[in-house]
């Protein structure tokens, strides 16, 4: 045998100071004290976007969820600032282009060159702590069922702590974004073990010493403290794991409070931990604690002569007087049940390499919050125990005395946050991970923009003219070509997205341009039962728009020559003229025929329209043509739209979309899609500038339902009456009102979805507006010189025209 005594060291370690003893339940931890600890991640509401009375409104919710709890409960909300650096990485994107992948890299480039990205977590830890078990068998026998007499007194309070928590979620989920902590079970393909992770001590080991990755759980989880594998050194300048610690206390608090009230912390360009930590007491206790200070106070209203010899002077402590008579409304207050009272404690903890850099980062947290009219002391000898009173589930360590009321810790604990997006495609259909649209860096957080809630992305875009409209279109066309085998159908006025249509490679197409342009067969498709049923239902179309009443003996003729076409060689709409035996037919189609004025659109023998990931449809000139020459058009091309939408990642575009909600047809089929294509995986997009067309529709209402993501470009006159209550009607506030009113035209970009609200930044580059900003009637025809010219290097020359250097090199393929 091996003397293992020498090896064994006995003394305290970091471990002892943790009250952490095991896992007994998904996402439930027990502390070595018998408390029982659950955890939630969670999201509040952009307060930038808030209106005064909505944060109110939050505020006052949170206080009638937190005034339920009492002794035994304490609630930890912590907010970690941590850095973002990452931009999605390019493996995880498909950009089948140098373009589209050249405009990617730029933003990449732009974003990793600019520092200080930050975003805001939030996490919620609620711990109970029972009290003794101290009921008497008889009673225990008299007053309870045979299943609560055989159950064990641990099993009791787990049951009954595990009701308590989802009450409380419920509550909570009726102000927040909320998501429970759990335990997750992975299975390892290789070797078929099944791996445990659990959420809550994840977060526990990053309170510890800063690393956020999963820790792998034994099969029995319990002697947790093996969770710290890091020194700790205590001290004026306390050491976890080689870096240095420090911890800014909050310590004074102002006359009053108002929701939001310490807002500016979450704007900070710095990694740091805000913890607050209140512990509950119930009414007894509460009205106890508060008498105490009461007498305190009552025994200076007088001098200590007066109340010996019992004699009245003029010396009244007037501040003694106020500070009674606000513990007496107080104690009124905790009789009431409609806030409870407890200690609170809030500290700011932060890591550094370099102690010089974490103490400068330190003062200036401290000056942050005494600007906001707090009292704040960096920690020195109490450094040690503020760290460990901010862990979750600590209750002993640095327990602050003066009480505060739930109503004022609804204001003071961090729920309002800046929406930085999902770090992921939201979209159920899209694989796994997939990166969002689009990332920015816009101000000291970053934006991820998605226009997926769930899996819904129909968008509106409100903005008047010259507000950046188009430009933005075209950057969501670029940015969604990220994803494999993603498709584009767009409607375009005015040739916005011509040069980046040519330049990723697409096909732009005129239609109705006149001679040499596109030409259709809309019945070369005739092989299927679907396929001749449209082609009938398009025909009877064509001759209503000639004023021909449709009777059942013109439906039977018109599939009659529909079924003979199937199987013919020409399918031409001649031929089909040719083929129908009712003159009356004959008369009516003639007008879209070689004999008629639309032979050059839908009377060809061949199809010229050819559909591939990234189509443009300039429809200028057909919108001018009547509404005769245009449905036609336009119900076949949606048709050819519809046949290629089978699971792929698909967008359609509808720029000016005011004249295709002006038109009954197109109205109808809008309505349409945005009910049906989510199915089909299907985002469709619709840019207006004439918000009056959009009230005026007749599916305003349709609008508003289906499109859970609205992107509004900044307005002057947002706040006019007329435009004013558009935007209310859409769901906006004032405060958003005045967001869209005071905002950045052609730079800056409102979105607001049940997600979350921000005004951000795009931050183009030149290479982004060559190809997305290039709309101007010059750069057009610059640029088909160009293509006429060079053919496909275009974007190249292009590209220098503008005064970007190394243009080779930046469109080099891979």
Not at 492 to 504: C, E, F, R, V
């Amino acid at each position: 045998m091996i003397a293992l005594k020498q090896f064994r060291n006995r003394n305290p370690s970091f471990s002892d100071l943790l009250p952490y003893a095991g896992l007994v339940e998904d996402g439930i931890i027990l502390l070595k004290d018998g408390s029982l600890m659950a955890g939630w991640y969670f999201a509040g509401p952009d307060s930038e976007s808030s209106t005064n009375s909505e944060r109110n409104e939050v505020s006052r919710q949170l206080n009638a969820v937190l005034s339920r709890l009492g002794s035994g409960w304490m609630i930890q909300v912590e907010a970690v600032r941590v850095p973002t650096t990452a931009y999605p990485a390019r493996e995880t994107c498909h950009f089948p282009d140098c373009v589209t992948r050249a405009i990617d890299e730029e933003r990449r480039a732009h974003f990793e060159a600019e520092r200080g990205h930050y975003e805001s977590q939030h996490a919620l830890i609620l711990t109970y702590r029972p009290p003794e078990p101290r009921q008497s068998a008889l009673v225990r026998y008299v007053y309870s069922d045979e299943g609560s007499r055989s159950e064990t007194y641990a099993d009791g309070v787990l049951k009954s702590f595990q009701t308590s928590i989802r009450e409380v979620e419920q509550y909570l989920a009726n102000v927040l974004v909320i998501r429970r902590m759990v335990t997750r079970t992975v299975l390892d393909p290789e070797t078929g073990i099944e791996a445990r992770y659990d959420e809550l001590f994840q977060f526990i080991r990053f309170c510890l010493v800063g690393e956020n990755h999963p820790v792998r759980l034994p099969a029995i989880p319990m002697y947790l403290d093996w969770l710290v594998t890091a020194e700790f050194h205590h001290g004026l300048s306390p050491m976890v794991d080689g870096n240095y610690l420090a911890v800014v206390a909050i310590d004074g608090f102002p006359a009053e409070s108002w929701p939001g009230i310490l807002n500016s912390l979450d704007l900070m360009p710095l990694t740091y931990r805000w913890s607050s930590r209140f512990i509950f007491l119930d009414e007894q206790e509460a009205r106890q604690r508060l008498e105490r200070t009461r007498k305190k106070w009552q025994q200076k209203v007088r001098p200590f002569f007066d109340q010996l010899f019992q004699t009245q002077s003029r010396s009244v402590d007037q501040d003694a007087m106020t500070m009674v008579a606000e513990t007496e409304d107080a104690i009124a207050e905790a009789s009431s049940q409609l806030v409870a009272y407890g200690y609170y404690t809030a500290v700011i903890v932060m890591f550094d390499t370099n102690e010089a850099r974490l103490q400068d980062h330190a003062e200036a947290v401290r000056r942050l919050i005494q600007a906001e009219g707090f009292v704040a002391r960096i920690e020195t000898l109490n450094a040690t125990e503020a760290y460990l009173g901010s862990l979750p589930g600590v209750t002993y360590a640095n327990i602050r005395e003066p009480l505060i009321n739930t109503r004022n810790l609804a204001d003071l604990i961090p729920v309002n946050s800046v929406w930085a997006g999902s770090a992921v495609a939201p979209c159920p259909f899209y694989p796994p991970n997939a990166p969002p649209l689009m990332q920015v860096a816009s101000g000291s957080s970053p934006f991820r923009l998605n226009l997926h809630v769930d899996d819904v992305g129909h968008t509106l875009i409100f903005g008047p003219t010259g507000s950046g409209k188009s430009t933005l279109l075209a950057l969501i066309a670029a940015q969604f070509r990220r994803y494999e085998h993603a498709q584009i159908f767009a409607f375009d006025k005015g040739k916005s997205l011509y040069p980046l249509t040519l330049a990723a490679g697409g096909d732009h197409y005129d239609v109705g341009a006149g001679e040499g342009a596109l030409a259709f067969c809309p019945l070369s498709e005739l092989s299927t039962d679907g396929d001749r049923a449209w082609a009938s239902e398009w025909i009877e179309t064509l001759i209503a728009m000639q004023g021909v009443t449709i009777a059942p003996d013109h439906r039977n003729a018109i599939s009659r020559q529909a079924g003979l076409m199937a199987t013919a060689p020409g399918k031409s709409l001649s031929d089909f003229v040719s083929g129908v035996q009712m003159r009356e037919i004959k008369t009516a189609l003639r007008h879209y025929t070689l004999d008629g004025p639309m032979a050059q659109l839908l009377d060809a023998e061949e199809d010229g329209l050819t559909l591939g990931t990234f189509q443009t449809f300039e429809i200028e000139e057909l919108m001018n043509m009547g509404e005769r020459n245009l449905v036609p058009v336009l119900l076949y091309l949606f048709r050819r739209i519809e046949k290629r939408l089978t699971g792929a990642p698909s967008l359609i575009i509808l720029d000016e979309a005011w004249l295709m909600l002006g038109h009954p047809t197109f109205r109808d089929k809008i309505r349409d899609w945005l009910k049906v294509l989510r199915k089909a995986n299907c985002a469709v997009v619709l840019a207006t500038q004439s918000i009056s067309d959009a009230e005026q529709s007749g599916i305003i209402d349709v609008l508003k339902e289906s499109c859970p993501t609205k992107i509004c470009l900044p307005n002057g006159a947002a706040r006019e009456a007329g435009t004013r209550e558009f935007y209310e009607r859409i769901g906006f506030n004032e405060r958003q009102i005045e967001i869209v009113a005071t905002a950045t035209p052609k730079r800056e970009y409102y979105v607001a979805s049940p997600e979350g609200r921000r005004l951000f930044d795009m931050a183009l580059g030149p290479i982004a507006l060559a190809f997305v900003g290039a709309s101007g009637k010059d750069d057009l025809k610059r640029i088909e010189e160009l293509g006429t010219a060079h053919g496909a290097d275009w974007p190249v020359h292009w590209l220098r025209t503008r005064g970007v250097d190394n243009a080779e090199r930046i469109l080099a393929a891979d």
